[in-house]
């Protein structure tokens, strides 16, 4: 016979052994707390990000019973909490949305971001676009934004709101399509490229 | 311009980070709100409890891990799975002229026009030798073509022939090469339903060399291949490099696991690095447990998966044993010509070790010009 189970590598391994030693989980909450808070503050505000994100985590720990501990990464599982907590904030985000339509984005990033935003601005397409986003059902926003904000894969974006690939494509898809229409481009085959990284 | 790109640009890239007292606020409230822990009872001599529990304590346990018992046979982690494999692979020697396995390897694909699935099967050996001067070989015989959904065929009337799309892999009577560039390939191509005979044919272009396109080593390769798992990957990933940038991580850790499969199956890699892959996979984010099975040989084993796209490729491994028992691909989504669920190419490996032996070639060869050396252009087949 082999020798009994090591403990799996990653976050999971973290998680699994936080469940009789709970102090060991917060090094998932010192690796990812910045991260879940820097996509809530986008998403929303700062302020508001304050309170989803501690409220992410406390809701993380709480089930960590229930971590699939067969996912060696916990990213997927945070950003969906963090995503159905910001879903308690949709009439805000709409509001915010509006507002990020009149003015620039802030702290200008420097390079390609800077390019796009500047982009943006001067062909007039913020206020379309951000309304796109804002009209988009939620369930295509969340998608929309696990992969521009959060940098998320397509399978991670499945695991973080636990509905199948298949389902993020065409949602992914369809918002896609709305937002190329506030873009202006009639052209479907136009830059289908992805375009979204951290 | 990228409609994702300017979605990103209509949002602050940098908001305000959160302040110190913020964070240690946060971790606070994360822990304080949980009702207390479990706590581990240690049984002593019979005696009673030795009790670390603060008041309050649930889900009471008498064994010493803490947890429900688990029953034999438990279903491991993916990781602990292939690391328990690593450790049996590292105890093998690594003697023998050859490294041999015998495998049944089959695929299924639609024939044309029909609304059922065929599954080939063939019969194969592979030779592949530990000497650069020896060449691989393969020797291989068609088992038959059988339709998936029995039911489907006989309202078809219950041929006994097909046609199919040639795809370089389901070609006519051919296993595994195709002919000269693209010869067969996406042509129509009749099959037949007969089991055919054994003929040999090279597993590699040069002496010493086993596979081919992207997936060909030489012995001197595989001898001088890192065997820290790490320094493996990176290693790996520089070969792969030779299919162009443009894939994203999560693509190439899932080519990765596939070419690490290939070293495991049947190339003759020494048992250093057999577990150095195995460990290597270990640690790939995106491997998924997939439970206990039953292989279509009858065997158990677990399944671990890693998926790329719209494929999914599994192994079946012995927990008892640590051996790899099978391979598979399937289709996860359907799409044109392909059903869910679809073996796209499935191996049962029925031996894999060193062999001091020879292979004894059949008079049939395949592939092989005039002066007894393999067709260049004619094994050109990706993934093999």
Same mark, same amino acid.
């Given at each position: 016979?082999?020798?009994?189970?090591?403990?799996?590598?990653?976050?999971?391994?973290?998680?699994?052994?936080?469940?009789?030693?709970?102090?060991?989980?917060?090094?998932?909450?010192?690796?990812?707390?910045?991260?879940?808070?820097?996509?809530?503050?986008?998403?929303?505000?700062?302020?508001?990000?304050?309170?989803?994100?501690?409220?992410?985590?406390?809701?993380?720990?709480?089930?960590?019973?229930?971590?699939?501990?067969?996912?060696?990464?916990?990213?997927?599982?945070?950003?969906?909490?963090?995503?159905?907590?910001?879903?308690?904030?949709?009439?805000?985000?709409?509001?915010?949305?509006?507002?990020?339509?009149?003015?620039?984005?802030?702290?200008?990033?420097?390079?390609?971001?800077?390019?796009?935003?500047?982009?943006?601005?001067?062909?007039?397409?913020?206020?379309?676009?951000?309304?796109?986003?804002?009209?988009?059902?939620?369930?295509?926003?969340?998608?929309?934004?696990?992969?521009?904000?959060?940098?998320?894969?397509?399978?991670?974006?499945?695991?973080?709101?636990?509905?199948?690939?298949?389902?993020?494509?065409?949602?992914?898809?369809?918002?896609?399509?709305?937002?190329?229409?506030?873009?202006?481009?009639?052209?479907?085959?136009?830059?289908?490229?992805?375009?979204?990284?951290? | 311009?990228?409609?994702?790109?300017?979605?990103?640009?209509?949002?602050?890239?940098?908001?305000?980070?959160?302040?110190?007292?913020?964070?240690?606020?946060?971790?606070?409230?994360?822990?304080?709100?949980?009702?207390?822990?479990?706590?581990?009872?240690?049984?002593?001599?019979?005696?009673?409890?030795?009790?670390?529990?603060?008041?309050?304590?649930?889900?009471?346990?008498?064994?010493?891990?803490?947890?429900?018992?688990?029953?034999?046979?438990?279903?491991?982690?993916?990781?602990?799975?292939?690391?328990?494999?690593?450790?049996?692979?590292?105890?093998?020697?690594?003697?023998?002229?050859?490294?041999? &396995?015998? $495998?049944?390897?089959?695929?299924?694909? /639609?024939? #044309? %026009?029909?609304?059922? @699935?065929? +599954? =080939?099967?063939?019969?194969?050996?592979?030779?592949?030798?530990?000497?650069?001067?020896?060449?691989?070989?393969?020797?291989?015989?068609?088992?038959?073509?059988?339709?998936?959904?029995?039911?489907?065929?006989?309202?078809?009337?219950?041929?006994?022939?097909?046609?199919?799309?040639?795809?370089?892999?389901?070609?006519?009577?051919?296993?595994?090469?195709?002919?000269?560039?693209?010869?067969?390939?996406?042509?129509?191509?009749?099959?037949?339903?007969?089991?055919?005979?054994?003929?040999?044919?090279?597993?590699?272009?040069?002496?010493?060399?086993?596979?081919?396109?992207?997936?060909?080593?030489?012995?001197?390769?595989?001898?001088?291949?890192?065997?820290?798992?790490?320094?493996?990957?990176?290693?790996?990933?520089?070969?792969?490099?030779?299919?162009?940038?443009?894939? &994203?991580? $999560?693509?190439?850790?899932?080519?990765? /696991?596939? #070419? %690490?499969?290939?070293? @495991?199956? +049947? =190339?003759?890699?020494?048992?250093?690095?057999?577990?150095?892959?195995?460990?290597?996979?270990?640690?790939?984010?995106?491997?998924?447990?997939?439970?206990?099975?039953?292989?279509?040989?009858?065997?158990?084993?677990?399944?671990?998966?890693?998926?790329?796209?719209?494929?999914?490729?599994?192994?079946?491994?012995?927990?008892?044993?640590?051996?790899?028992?099978?391979?598979?691909?399937?289709?996860?989504?359907?799409?044109?010509?392909?059903?869910?669920?679809?073996?796209?190419?499935?191996?049962?490996?029925?031996?894999?070790?060193?062999?001091?032996?020879?292979?004894?070639?059949?008079?049939?060869?395949?592939?092989?010009?005039?002066?007894?050396?393999?067709?260049?252009?004619?094994?050109?087949?990706?993934?093999?």
């Amino acid at each position: 016979m082999i020798a009994p189970p090591e403990a799996p590598p990653g976050d999971a391994g973290v998680i699994g052994r936080s469940r009789d030693e709970p102090e060991l989980f917060g090094a998932i909450f010192d690796a990812y707390f910045a991260e879940i808070h820097r996509y809530l503050a986008r998403r929303l505000d700062a302020h508001t990000a304050d309170d989803l994100a501690a409220e992410t985590f406390a809701v993380a720990f709480r089930g960590r019973d229930r971590y699939d501990l067969s996912r060696p990464n916990a990213r997927p599982w945070l950003y969906g909490i963090a995503t159905n907590l910001a879903g308690r904030h949709r009439r805000d985000e709409r509001r915010k949305l509006t507002a990020l339509a009149r003015v620039g984005p802030g702290a200008a990033a420097a390079g390609h971001e800077d390019a796009v935003a500047a982009r943006v601005t001067a062909e007039g397409v913020r206020g379309p676009l951000a309304r796109a986003v804002a009209a988009l059902p939620a369930g295509q926003r969340d998608v929309l934004l696990l992969v521009v904000l959060g940098g998320l894969s397509y399978e991670e974006v499945a695991v973080a709101l636990d509905v199948p690939f298949g389902t993020v494509s065409s949602r992914l898809n369809r918002a896609r399509k709305k937002l190329r229409k506030a873009l202006g481009d009639t052209d479907p085959l136009l830059d289908d490229q992805e375009g979204a990284s951290r | 311009m990228n409609d994702l790109d300017a979605v990103r640009a209509l949002y602050p890239e940098d908001p305000p980070a959160p302040s110190a007292h913020t964070v240690a606020a946060a971790r606070l409230r994360m822990t304080a709100a949980a009702p207390p822990p479990r706590r581990r009872w240690r049984l002593k001599a019979g005696l009673g409890l030795v009790a670390a529990a603060t008041a309050g304590a649930a889900a009471l346990t008498l064994l010493p891990s803490g947890g429900t018992p688990k029953p034999p046979g438990t279903v491991l982690s993916p990781q602990a799975l292939l690391l328990a494999a690593a450790t049996k692979a590292e105890k093998e020697p690594s003697k023998g002229a050859y490294w041999y &396995t015998k $495998r049944i390897d089959g695929m299924q694909r /639609f024939p #044309l %026009g029909k609304d059922y @699935l065929l +599954d =080939r099967r063939v019969e194969r050996e592979v030779w592949a030798p530990s000497s650069p001067k020896e060449y691989s070989w393969g020797i291989e015989r068609l088992l038959g073509i059988k339709p998936v959904d029995e039911a489907a065929w006989k309202r078809d009337g219950s041929p006994r022939e097909w046609k199919v799309r040639g795809d370089g892999d389901f070609p006519a009577g051919r296993a595994g090469c195709i002919g000269p560039l693209g010869e067969g390939m996406n042509r129509s191509l009749t099959v037949t339903a007969s089991p055919g005979e054994r003929y040999a044919l090279p597993w590699g272009a040069q002496p010493g060399w086993s596979g081919y396109a992207g997936h060909s080593y030489s012995v001197a390769q595989l001898a001088a291949m890192p065997v820290d798992p790490g320094a493996l990957k990176v290693r790996l990933l520089k070969d792969m490099k030779r299919f162009g940038d443009g894939m &994203t991580a $999560r693509d190439l850790d899932a080519w990765i /696991f596939d #070419l %690490g499969i290939r070293l @495991l199956v +049947d =190339r003759p890699a020494p048992s250093a690095l057999r577990a150095a892959v195995y460990r290597m996979l270990a640690a790939l984010p995106g491997v998924a447990g997939r439970g206990r099975v039953t292989d279509a040989l009858g065997r158990t084993g677990q399944a671990i998966a890693m998926s790329r796209n719209a494929v999914e490729t599994r192994i079946v491994v012995d927990p008892a044993t640590g051996r790899l028992l099978s391979t598979e691909e399937v289709a996860l989504y359907p799409g044109i010509e392909r059903r869910k669920g679809q073996l796209l190419r499935y191996e049962l490996i029925q031996e894999a070790r060193w062999t001091a032996r020879r292979p004894a070639l059949p008079a049939e060869r395949r592939n092989l010009t005039k002066d007894g050396v393999p067709v260049k252009e004619a094994c050109k087949r990706y993934g093999s």
